[in-house]
């Protein structure tokens, strides 16, 4: 069943998402990077690197989005469970960066700190994109 998409809506809630995270990422990496005294050489943890991901997971997020609105029965609800689901997903490769030849610095600790910075954006997409992304009177709709 297709439910209508509003897409000045959903543009709307994706860059809410896009610049929230970022601001609220750059944050949370500015306290991550002293706390977890980040090596200058572990470029994951880097600001670009940050915000790019950053920028695929906001944006990856809008486009499952719409398809889930135009297939599901229960866009919201299906939506916020795969937001959920590939968020647990995203800390994978976090995780197997701690021994990676590639990048002999990593810890647990830095990966952990890399996977926080997911949680910022899955939350703002999982709370935007049903609240903007669908037209006004859809069943489910925030």
Known sequence: MRHPISPPGL???????LVGSAVLNEL???VLWQLLSVPPSFLPFSRPAVLLWTA???SGGAAAFAL???WSFE???TFRR???VALVLSWVPDAL??????????????AAGLASLHVVPAAA????YPKWGLQSGVKGAC
């Not at 997409?125 to 935007?128: F, I, M």
């Open 125 to 128: 997409c999982a709370w935007l």
């Open 56 to 58: 695929v997971g906001v």
């Open 28 to 30: 949370l990496r500015s």
């Open 68 to 70: 889930v609105a135009r």
């Open 75 to 77: 866009p919201v609800r």
């Open 82 to 84: 795969l937001a959920a």
């Open 11 to 17: 543009l709307r809630a994706w860059l809410t998402a």
């Open 97 to 110: 960066l701690v021994g990676s030849p590639r990048f002999p610095e990593a810890t647990w600790d830095l």
